[in-house]
C-alpha cells in the first residue's frame, strides 16, 4: 500500500503571497491532520479533517485554513506568508475507525519544506 | 491541556550500549502513547504504540510501557545501532476519538561505531 504522499516537497515564497500545499492519504484512510514543524516551536497540530469536516484545529491564526475532498486528499493554505511561517509541514493520516474499532495512529508523509524570504 | 515532556538530547551512545530516553506526560482522561521517528529529511515514522496502562509496545527491539502511576512512556532499546541515529518523538492523543497528537520536543540520538 502506497504510504502518505505530499507535494510538494520544497516550496520557496516570498512575504504576503499564500500558498497551497496537497496530501493524499493512505489509501482507505479518512482523517487527516496537518502539523507544522520548527526548530523553535517543534512539531504543532494545525488542523484535522474527517469526512471532509474539520473536526479539531490547532492554536494558529486564521491565515492557515484546509479543505478535504471527497476522496479523503487534503489540502492547506497559508495566507499572507510572514517569515514565521518557514517550516516543514507534515500531513499524517488514520483509518480512524474499522468495524466498530478505532484506529488512532497516524501515519505521516515526508513532509512539505516551505521556505518564506 | 495535554502536554508531554521527554528528556531532550543530544545522547551519543556507542554501538550496543544500552539506550532511555525518559517521557512522562499531563493528560486527562486515557490517552494513547506513542514513539515516533525520524531521520535526516524525512517524515516521521510511527516506532510503537501503546492505548491502555500497563500496555507494551515493542518494535526493532525497541520497548515502552504505558505506566499510569507515573505518566511515563520510557523508550528502552537493548542494544543500539549506528542506524538507529535519529530524532525520537514522544506522543499522545487524547483517547477515543481523538486524532490530534501532542508531541515531545524530540531527542536527537547519534550511535558512533
Known amino acids: 500500500k502506497a504510504g502518505v504522499t505530499q507535494t510538494p516537497r520544497y516550496l520557496i515564497k516570498t512575504r504576503g503571497q499564500q500558498v497551497t500545499l496537497s496530501c493524499s492519504p493512505i489509501s482507505g484512510h479518512r482523517s487527516v491532520s496537518w502539523y507544522q514543524q520548527t526548530p523553535g516551536q517543534g512539531l504543532q497540530f494545525l488542523f484535522e479533517y474527517f469526512s471532509e469536516t474539520q473536526r479539531n484545529k490547532g492554536n494558529f491564526p486564521g491565515r492557515f485554513s484546509g479543505r478535504q475532498f471527497s476522496n479523503s486528499r487534503s489540502e492547506m493554505n497559508v495566507s499572507t506568508l510572514e517569515l514565521g511561517d518557514s517550516a516543514l509541514y507534515l500531513c499524517?493520516?488514520?483509518?480512524?475507525?474499522?468495524?466498530?474499532?478505532?484506529?488512532?495512529?497516524?501515519?505521516f508523509g515526508p513532509g512539505t519544506r516551505l521556505t518564506v524570504l | 491541556g495535554n502536554s508531554v515532556t521527554q528528556m531532550e538530547g543530544p545522547v551519543t551512545l556507542s554501538e550496543e550500549a544500552f539506550l532511555t530516553i525518559n517521557c512522562t506526560y499531563t493528560?486527562?482522561?486515557?490517552?494513547?502513547l506513542f514513539w515516533y521517528v525520524q531521520y535526516p529529511g524525512e517524515g516521521l515514522q510511527l516506532l510503537l504504540k501503546a492505548t491502555k496502562a500497563d500496555d507494551k509496545g515493542s518494535n526493532k527491539g525497541f520497548e515502552a510501557t504505558y505506566r499510569k502511576e507515573t505518566t511515563s512512556f520510557h523508550l528502552e532499546k537493548g542494544s543500539v545501532q549506528v542506524s538507529d541515529s535519529a530524532v525520537y518523538f514522544c506522543?499522545?492523543?487524547?483517547?477515543?476519538?481523538?486524532?490530534?497528537?501532542?508531541f515531545g520536543k524530540g531527542t536527537k540520538l547519534s550511535v558512533i561505531p
Open positions: 499524517a493520516s488514520s483509518l480512524a475507525a474499522s468495524g466498530g474499532l478505532v484506529y488512532n495512529e497516524q501515519f
Open positions: 506522543a499522545l492523543s487524547g483517547g477515543a476519538g481523538s486524532y490530534q497528537l501532542t
Open positions: 493528560a486527562t482522561g486515557y490517552p494513547s
